[in-house]
């Protein structure tokens, strides 16, 4: 039984040495060279007597990035991505708490990181890439890892401002990537698309499968992801028959008609999650792929990527959601209502996670830390941690898991208890709608909408009231040239609310100039 990740890359080397492994399109890294530069790096970390501690790996997406976790991890340590697009405000937050003796960065990233607080050690890769291997040593490290030591540490959003960093180990990386690939019948001829940057752990969708099967992983430019038909060609030209996509990058191919001019012909496994699909938008990916497999997946960070899936296997109408189906093998979900006792079918509930893939928490927040990684509620025989994800879900008529929305993302409005999720879903139903995000003003007690598509605002709201009832109706619908979104690829709530506090602020202004005049 493996207790390493590495014991993937070992095993593979041997099989599949030459064969190209992590791609951008332009540089490539074969099996042999990843094995060969993470031994490299995790040899300079023992020489320098940095052990079991957090590495940060600020550099740009590369190939060389991913060796880099590699050779962390053989040093017995456990990365942590930071990029250049993240805020300054939020890295300077992140080694706050991390503390870090060193910071990992390729020359481009190092004459940024010169600028960071602390007292980090900055060391450029392309300097110890090539150090002499003592793989003795690294044989010592990897026998004395346990499957619960920590591999990575990603930092998500906090209520706070403050950003959490999750801690995964060994044995929650290893059963979610067994079980996603079993799901996703990932093989040794899979050729992955990555889509997601790779501070984020849903690039985890390809790293390890590739490095387990012998697979190879394209790190998709990101750029791209701003111009469909490159995207689709990009796609086309290196014959990428598996992605592993959050919904919106799927969205932008499919909204804009790219299909009317070219297809991704090699394209047979599809995988999405993060955001409810609007069902017009995946009746269009299965017109263009017909022969296609699509999979929805549902997880958050906590559980270690993803942890329920749903093989679309069924046509949806327009106003159904797909489902996210069942747990993955070796997980259980329970549907706790507000008073901890289990949902009933058809009522809803908070989405909660047992099992090994649950993480080890946040790192240095042991308070955040015990508020949603809590004891079993319906075990009260011994100690047993389930994850809260702050989901609300609900079984439907045919016994599949559907997710409803973010308990933040439900308010009382009117008297009524309203799930802003209900109405984004209704909105991305209509003709002409590319995307929608609702947020809730609580000081005026206003429903906001914001929107791309061609539908004017007051036709929109229209259709609204043929669709939902008096109350869920916006007060305020405003249309967008181009939704904001969250690095990794999520509709960007933030801005949104941003965007309504300045127009608010523009209209109070210009309302106390006409009472002047």
Same mark, same amino acid.
């Given at each position: #039984?493996?207790?390493?990740?590495?014991?993937?890359?070992?095993?593979?080397?041997?099989?599949?040495?030459?064969?190209?492994?992590?791609?951008?399109?332009?540089?490539?890294?074969?099996?042999?060279?990843?094995?060969?530069?993470?031994?490299?790096?995790?040899?300079?970390?023992?020489?320098?007597?940095?052990?079991?501690?957090?590495?940060?790996?600020?550099?740009?997406?590369?190939?060389?990035?991913?060796?880099?976790?590699?050779?962390?991890?053989?040093?017995?340590?456990?990365?942590?991505?930071?990029?250049?697009?993240?805020?300054?405000?939020?890295?300077?937050?992140?080694?706050?708490?991390?503390?870090?003796?060193?910071?990992?960065?390729?020359?481009?990233?190092?004459?940024?990181?010169?600028?960071?607080?602390?007292?980090? +050690?900055?060391?450029?890769?392309?300097? @110890?890439?090539?150090?002499?291997?003592?793989?003795?040593?690294?044989?010592?490290?990897?026998?004395?890892?346990?499957?619960?030591?920590?591999?990575?540490?990603?930092?998500?959003?906090?209520?706070?401002?403050?950003?959490?960093?999750?801690?995964?180990?060994?044995?929650?990386?290893?059963?979610?990537?067994?079980?996603?690939?079993?799901?996703?019948?990932? $093989?040794? $001829?899979? @050729?992955?698309? &990555?889509?997601?940057?790779?501070?984020?752990?849903?690039?985890?969708?390809?790293?390890?499968?590739?490095?387990?099967?012998?697979?190879?992983?394209?790190?998709?430019?990101?750029?791209?992801? #701003?111009?469909?038909?490159?995207?689709?060609?990009?796609? &086309?030209?290196?014959?990428?028959?598996?992605?592993?996509?959050?919904?919106?990058?799927?969205?932008?191919?499919?909204?804009?008609?790219?299909?009317?001019?070219?297809?991704?012909?090699?394209?047979?496994?599809?995988?999405?999650?993060?955001?409810?699909?609007?069902?017009?938008?995946?009746?269009?990916?299965?017109?263009?792929?017909?022969?296609?497999?699509?999979?929805?997946?549902?997880?958050?960070?906590?559980?270690?990527?993803?942890?329920?899936?749903?093989?679309?296997?069924?046509?949806?109408?327009?106003?159904?959601?797909?489902? @996210?189906?069942?747990?993955?093998?070796?997980?259980?979900?329970?549907?706790?209502? +507000?008073?901890?006792?289990?949902?009933?079918?058809?009522?809803?509930?908070?989405?909660?996670?047992?099992?090994?893939?649950?993480?080890?928490?946040?790192? &240095? &927040?042991?308070?955040?830390?015990?508020?949603?990684?809590?004891?079993?509620?319906?075990?009260?025989?011994?100690?047993?941690?389930?994850?809260?994800?702050?989901?609300?879900?609900?079984?439907?008529?045919?016994?599949?898991?559907?997710?409803?929305?973010?308990?933040?993302?439900?308010?009382?409005?009117?008297?009524?208890?309203?799930?802003?999720?209900? @109405?984004?879903?209704?909105?991305?139903?209509?003709?002409?709608?590319?995307?929608?995000?609702?947020?809730?003003?609580?000081?005026?007690?206003?429903?906001?909408?914001?929107?791309?598509?061609?539908?004017?605002?007051?036709?929109?709201?229209?259709?609204?009231?043929?669709?939902?009832?008096?109350? #869920?109706?916006?007060?305020?619908?405003?249309?967008?040239?181009?939704?904001?979104?969250?690095?990794?690829?999520?509709?960007?709530?933030?801005?949104?609310?941003?965007?309504?506090?300045?127009?608010?602020?523009?209209?109070?202004?210009?309302?106390?100039?006409?009472?002047?005049?």
């Amino acid at each position: #039984m493996q207790n390493n990740v590495l014991d993937y890359l070992d095993e593979t080397v041997l099989k599949v040495p030459e064969k190209i492994a992590f791609s951008n399109g332009t540089e490539d890294m074969t099996f042999m060279q990843v094995d060969r530069e993470s031994r490299a790096v995790g040899t300079w970390l023992h020489k320098r007597g940095i052990y079991r501690k957090p590495v940060v790996v600020f550099m740009n997406k590369h190939p060389k990035e991913v060796t880099a976790f590699f050779g962390v991890i053989r040093g017995g340590c456990f990365y942590v991505p930071i990029d250049e697009e993240m805020p300054r405000v939020r890295i300077d937050l992140i080694l706050s708490n991390l503390q870090p003796e060193m910071i990992l960065c390729d020359r481009q990233t190092a004459e940024i990181a010169e600028s960071f607080s602390g007292q980090m +050690e900055i060391v450029l890769y392309d300097e @110890i890439c090539n150090t002499e291997i003592d793989n003795e040593a690294l044989r010592e490290i990897h026998d004395r890892v346990i499957d619960t030591d920590p591999i990575y540490v990603v930092f998500t959003s906090g209520s706070t401002g403050v950003p959490k960093g999750v801690a995964a180990c060994h044995r929650s990386v290893l059963d979610y990537i067994e079980h996603l690939s079993e799901v996703l019948e990932f $093989n040794e $001829n899979t @050729i992955f698309g &990555n889509q997601t940057p790779l501070y984020f752990d849903a690039c985890l969708k390809e790293l390890y499968p590739t490095i387990k099967y012998g697979a190879t992983t394209y790190l998709i430019p990101r750029e791209l992801f #701003m111009m469909p038909l490159k995207l689709v060609e990009f796609l &086309n030209t290196y014959r990428i028959n598996t992605v592993c996509w959050v919904v919106s990058a799927l969205t932008f191919i499919s909204a804009f008609d790219t299909f009317k001019t070219v297809v991704p012909e090699y394209l047979h496994t599809v995988a999405f999650g993060s955001e409810v699909f609007p069902i017009k938008q995946f009746k269009r990916w299965r017109e263009a792929l017909p022969h296609a497999k699509f999979t929805n997946l549902y997880g958050p960070t906590e559980g270690t990527g993803m942890c329920c899936y749903y093989k679309v296997e069924r046509d949806f109408e327009l106003d159904e959601v797909i489902p @996210i189906g069942r747990p993955f093998a070796n997980t259980d979900i329970l549907l706790l209502k +507000e008073d901890n006792t289990p949902a009933g079918r058809g009522e809803t509930g908070e989405i909660c996670i047992r099992g090994t893939s649950l993480t080890l928490g946040y790192y &240095n &927040n042991f308070e955040k830390t015990s508020e949603v990684f809590v004891q079993n509620p319906l075990n009260t025989a011994y100690p047993e941690l389930i994850y809260r994800t702050g989901d609300l879900g609900r079984i439907n008529a045919a016994g599949e898991l559907v997710f409803v929305s973010r308990k933040d993302y439900q308010i009382k409005h009117m008297g009524h208890r309203i799930e802003l999720g209900e @109405i984004e879903v209704n909105v991305n139903m209509l003709e002409g709608i590319k995307s929608s995000g609702c947020i809730y003003d609580l000081a005026k007690g206003k429903i906001v909408l914001y929107y791309v598509g061609e539908t004017e605002e007051k036709e929109l709201v229209a259709l609204l009231k043929e669709k939902l009832p008096r109350y #869920m109706i916006p007060n305020y619908v405003r249309r967008l040239e181009q939704m904001p979104l969250t690095a990794n690829g999520k509709i960007d709530r933030v801005t949104l609310t941003k965007y309504h506090q300045e127009s608010t602020r523009e209209v109070s202004q210009e309302t106390s100039r006409k009472e002047k005049r």
